[in-house]
């Protein structure tokens, strides 16, 4: 018998169960590792470039679009690659890769050969190990789990894993800036990246080679997933939605690190608690958000997380006075934000979901991801020029009321503000039709967010 998660008995048995697959813990295990590294950079890094390089706005908003821009061209590419190889292999490549480029800044900080464009060509080339693994993770943990069942057991752990270090991440990141220095807190990154791999090498379920297919042009197979995002009228406006979104993120995170820690004399550690606390919000409103569907109007949960997401942002540039009470309002906007995001990020995560055939997943996703992330990756450099003629509160007034703006026109145009409910599944165009040139991968990915951090 098939134990299913969140139906009564069955959920005890599928995390029993869970806990007791070897290869799906010790996976789990790595990617906790990882995902804990990871944050650390999210922090770790740009305060190199600040404190350490002494960077200026506009280099800080290179540095933002070399983190993103990787997604935009790579991902579609990558989406087709992962799906004809094996799994597990790209995402030890990934991780060597991301471990050794990591641990070259405390070495080359050591030896007094960082700077400026040396770490530019890490971000660019980190971020590409980034968009490799995480296409490849969301398509490996089926192999582990087999049975279909098992599947939101496991998505729930690994997303609940990606909060608690969304959370506690950037405050440990933090403490170690102020421990030691931005450069050598990066080496705790490489060392997670090393736990990771050995995990993965530590693995014994044998992942088999993707069936053999008729050949088709990775032309053709990437156009069909940017004419279905395009054709959608939901996908489309989701698309778009998603990467304005990430354009004001990426345009104000980078610019209200360098305003704290240079203006306002913020320490990084109570930076980083910063961020932690406000990733809280994150976890509270993944607890939330299904119960508020349920009960609410669906597009009046989507209007109002998209406001919480963006409006609080006005107070990062408009907050004054003693450090204690910076602390808090800036914890305040950052922990609504979080709050919002995740709250979107689920409504959006699902509409796309319902309303694509699962034939056409795999590639809708790896086009929705490119423009989100395209778009976003604009952000920081336009944010680095504002500032650098204007002044960076300047430019953070800027691009929080353009957000503002931006949210406006959103709930007012949006398709999904008008929707009551859920749509309905579409049906599968590969159900219907002959021959293996139709099939496509089938399965839905973990619900992750879609907007940048």
């Known amino acids: 018998m098939t134990a299913r998660a969140g ?7 599928a995390r029993r169960s869970l806990w007791h697959n070897r290869d799906f813990v010790t ?19 740009p305060l190199t470039a600040v404190i ?7 280099q800080l908003g ?31 490549g990934a991780n060597v890769v991301r471990m050794v480029l990591i641990g070259l800044i405390p070495v080359l900080a050591g030896l007094g050969q960082l700077n400026m464009p040396v770490l530019l060509v890490i971000t660019f080339c980190v971020g590409m190990g980034a968009v490799l693994f995480d296409i490849s993770w969301m398509s490996f943990v089926p192999t582990l789990i087999r049975d279909p069942g098992y599947l939101v057991d496991a998505n729930s ?20 800036v102020n421990l030691l220095s931005a450069p050598v807190a990066m080496a705790a990154n490489a060392v997670t990246y090393l736990g990771s791999v050995i995990s993965l090498l530590l693995i014994r379920t ?31 406006w989701i698309a778009l939605v998603g990467g304005l979104a990430n354009f004001f993120l990426s345009a104000t995170q980078p610019m209200f690190i360098l305003f704290a820690v240079r203006e306002q004399d913020v320490p990084s550690s109570m930076l980083g608690l910063i961020f932690s606390i406000g990733a809280g919000g994150g976890i ?14 669906l597009g009046r949960v989507y209007a109002g997380a998209l406001c919480v997401a963006f409006v609080p942002a006005l107070l990062l540039p408009a907050a004054s006075g003693p450090t204690l009470v910076l602390g808090v309002l800036y914890t305040v906007a950052w922990f609504l934000g979080s709050l919002g995001l995740t709250m979107v990020n689920i409504v959006i995560m699902s509409v796309r979901q319902n309303v694509t055939p699962p034939s056409l997943l795999g590639r809708m996703n790896a086009a929705v991801r490119a423009v989100m992330f395209g778009l976003g990756a604009l952000g920081g450099p336009i944010a680095g020029l504002i500032a650098a003629t204007a002044g960076v509160r300047e430019a953070l007034w800027i691009s929080t009321g353009c957000s503002g703006v931006f949210v406006l026109c959103g709930v007012a145009l949006s398709p999904l503000t008008r929707m009551r409910t859920m749509p309905g599944a579409a049906t599968d165009p590969a159900d219907q039709a002959d021959g293996p040139d139709h099939a496509g991968p089938g399965s839905r990915p973990p619900s992750v967010p879609e907007m940048a951090d």
């Open 62 to 92: 290179i540095l933002r679009f070399l983190q993103m821009v990787p997604y935009l061209l790579f991902g579609p590419l990558f989406g087709v690659w992962v799906d004809r190889h094996r799994r597990r292999t790209a995402m030890i």
């Open 206 to 236: 044998e992942e088999k080679p993707p069936p053999a297919t008729v050949k088709r042009r990775i032309r053709t197979e990437l156009a069909q997933g940017f004419a279905f995002v395009a054709g959608n009228r939901l996908v489309r």
């Open 157 to 176: 752990k690994l997303a609940a894993t990606s909060a608690t270090a969304d959370a506690a991440g950037p405050g440990v990141a933090g403490a170690l």
């Open 7 to 13: 139906v009564g008995s069955g959920d005890t048995v």
């Open 52 to 58: 350490t390089l002494d960077a200026q706005p506009e």
């Open 284 to 297: 509270i409103g993944g607890m939330i958000c299904r119960r508020l569907i349920e009960r609410l109007h």
């Open 27 to 45: 996976f789990w295990s790595g990617e906790t590792l990882s995902l804990f590294g990871t944050q650390i950079t999210v922090l770790a890094l």
